[in-house]
């Protein structure tokens, strides 16, 4: 009998790689999402239907953080993330054979701005804002149910490399000659977004903002891993062992992409630029630097830890995705 595999929240880059992944592998796969196709938010029955006797639930859903934050835009990325997984939590209680695994999206800018040392998830600190108290909502309501005879994991992602990913902005950046680093700096406030959490506050220099990615590969490879270790649940990282910097980062893509010279862009080039796109700084600002340790304790090995060849990998090729077996 195929495996079952269902995902919820699958309309993004993620979500569609999973499920082309999960396929290729011979799963059936069945997705959860706002129209569907299988079973659609609020209709909490067809969701347990389609949870009855399936091997893992892999929860993406929620709102993209690639926005503004005003009032509007910061209720709906909580309620996207909570009201789902609430959803999901009452949907596995409801089976009579829950799934085994259910991995749920979690993100790794949970952790402060970290320029010091990297976060682990044994020795990791959380930071304060916004975006802070957005994961560590989902994550509490996550864990939050009696669900015994299911599994839980929290995925950690750090920034998720891939075609259709954050990459490509950067790819279009750095085509027109604005490869450099995204330099920090001072810039004025407003009473509001401080109240808010919304302001990034200047710390890195230089672009020495630490960047922790993982390639989408290693998305996949993970989530197979864990349900081949049925000792590790909780919280995990999922980010490469060998997170970089801004500066070093974006030389790394220009040399992918044969382009010798990108010029930098400074703090009142970036706030005009992602007020202007609708978008937040504290995106490319904010220090992230992650490792996973309990995954390297396991023994997962990392299909790609290593930026460039993890680059080169994306922008060679754009074609059905690769699976990687547990290892």
Sequence with gaps: M???????????FIGRYLADAFRADGADVALIGRAGPDASWGNTGAITDLLEGADLLVNLA???VNCRYGPANRAEILRSRVATTRELADAVAGCENPPALWVNASTATIYRHAEDRPMTESTGEFGTGFSVGIATEWERTFFAADLPATRRVALRMA?????????LPLIRLARFGLGGPQLDGRWFSTRARRDAGTFHEFRARGGRQRFSWIHIRDVYGIIRFLQART???????????HPTDNRTFMATL????????????????????SAAIRTETELVLKSRWVVPERLTDA?????????????????????????????
């Design 299 to 327: 023994g997962y090995e990392f299909a790609f830890p290593d930026l460039e060849p993890a680059l080169r990998d994306i922008v060679g090729a754009r074609s059905l995705p690769e699976t990687v077996a547990a290892s």
């Design 231 to 241: 000792g590790l649940d909780g919280v995990v990282n999922a980010a490469s062992p």
């Design 159 to 167: 920034i998720v490399l891939g075609d259709g990913s954050a990459l």
């Design 62 to 64: 929620g709102k993209s």
């Design 254 to 273: 220009r040399r992918v992409l044969g382009i010798r010279v990108g010029l930098p862009a400074f703090r009142w080039m970036l706030e005009l630029g």
């Design 2 to 12: 195929a495996e079952r595999i269902v995902i919820a929240g699958a309309s993004g």
